[in-house]
Structures are given as structure tokens and as C-alpha cells.
């Protein structure tokens, strides 16, 4: 197969893998925050203790954690059909990938948010601030740049789970990798397929270490 022949493979290829990982790791963020939040305001000292919630919320995140991907994507299809009509496809894919991915986010979070001065949150209490205030006004924005990090980490994870996504049709490098690649023998894609994916992978660690250090210095800056 030459370069021409590959081109427009690799292209859509790119865009379907960077379609199904832009809104997975959006719904992730949006589904593991509160949950990771909620580990660490429910848990012993918090401001809403609570060891029920604390132990079933930990256990789900746990066994969402612990499940392969993989098997993940097969035990999910008739979810994803509910979801969104068909379990091929990237957009089918996107379901799988936020569901394996949120569980993974919300841990990052709870380390982040831990990792804030409990001498901040306690003078915001002080001043007469609620759980509301605590979490916008000292736990989000002091852990914010570790929550940045824990983003690019997940985001690229969802890079590595949708080439995993192509082994049941969900489009994207993966399928492409299998379908060209490996069924069909054609080793210069394969190669070619890689080498797009380490630069995608590169490019999300660059940008998200970027952010990270803008956000540290601005943080300095302020202190």
C-alpha cells in the first residue's frame, strides 16, 4: 500500500480517534470530579462524613477500576445499543470509553483534592464558609493543577482503550491497525498507525504539562 493509499486512511482514522476521545474524557471529567470529591468529603474528617457513602461509592469506583477494559467494551454492547442505537462506530464507542474512563478520573481527583493545605480549608470554615464554599473557593482551585495533570493522564488512557475499542468495531486507529494492519497484512500501515498514535500521545503529555506549569506559575504569582 503506498503513502496515497494510506493518507486518507490515517486521516479519518485520526479524527475518529480524537472524535471518540475529546468526548469521552469531557463526560469523564464531568462524571469523576463530583465522584472524586465526594471520596473525600464523605470520608473519616470530612465535611460530610459519612462511612456508607464513603464505602459504596469507594467500592464502585474499585470494581470499575479493576475491570479490563476489554471486557469492559464486550459487557457494556447492550448498553451502548440502548444508548445510542448500534454498539459499532466511534460515537458507540464513546460510551464504553467514558464509563471505563470516569472511575479512573475520579481517583486521580480524590489523590489531588487530599493533597490540599487542610490549614486552608480549615480557615475557610472559619470565616464562615459551607461545603460549597470550601470546594470553589480552597479544594478546586488549590488542586487545580494536579487535576490538570490527572486529566492528560486519563485522556491519554482513553488514547490506549479506543485503539483497544477497534477490536469490536468502534473505529479509529485500532480498527484501522486490525482491519489493514494485521488482517490484511499490510505492515507499513501498522507502522504508520503507531507512529500516529505516539505523536497524539506526545502532543496531549505536552499540552497538559504546559497547562500545569502556566497554572503553578500563576499560583505562585498569587501567593
Do not use: C
Not at 493518507?7 to 475529546?22: A, E, F, H, R
Not at 475491570?67 to 440502548?82: D, G, K, S
Not at 502556566?214 to 499560583?219: A, D, K, Q, T
Amino acid at each position: 500500500m503506498t503513502w496515497q493509499d494510506m493518507q486518507p486512511l490515517l486521516v479519518q482514522g485520526s479524527i475518529d480517534t480524537l472524535y471518540m476521545v475529546g468526548w469521552s474524557a469531557l463526560v469523564a471529567a464531568l462524571g469523576g470530579l463530583p465522584l472524586g470529591l465526594l471520596l473525600v468529603l464523605t470520608d473519616r474528617g470530612g465535611m460530610l462524613q459519612n462511612r456508607a457513602v464513603n464505602k459504596v461509592v469507594g467500592a464502585v469506583v474499585n470494581v470499575g477500576r479493576s475491570l479490563p477494559f476489554i471486557i469492559l467494551l464486550v459487557a457494556l454492547i447492550p448498553f451502548t445499543r440502548l444508548v445510542v442505537g448500534t454498539f459499532i462506530g466511534p460515537t458507540a464507542a464513546i460510551v464504553p470509553l467514558a464509563i471505563g474512563a470516569i472511575p479512573f478520573f475520579a481517583r486521580l481527583v480524590e489523590t489531588a483534592v487530599r493533597e490540599v493545605d487542610h490549614g486552608l480549608v480549615e480557615a475557610v470554615q472559619a470565616m464562615g464558609g459551607g461545603t460549597g464554599t470550601v470546594v470553589f473557593k480552597a479544594l478546586l482551585p488549590q488542586s487545580l493543577p494536579s487535576l490538570v495533570a490527572g486529566l492528560t493522564t486519563t485522556v491519554i488512557v482513553l488514547v490506549g482503550y479506543s485503539a483497544m475499542a477497534g477490536a469490536v468495531g468502534g473505529g479509529g486507529l485500532g480498527n484501522l491497525a486490525l482491519t489493514y494492519g494485521y488482517q490484511r497484512f499490510e505492515t507499513g500501515l501498522m507502522l504508520a498507525t503507531v507512529g500516529v498514535l505516539i505523536v497524539v500521545v506526545t502532543a496531549v503529555q505536552l499540552l497538559g504539562d504546559a497547562a500545569v506549569r502556566l497554572l503553578n506559575r500563576r499560583e505562585r504569582a498569587g501567593a
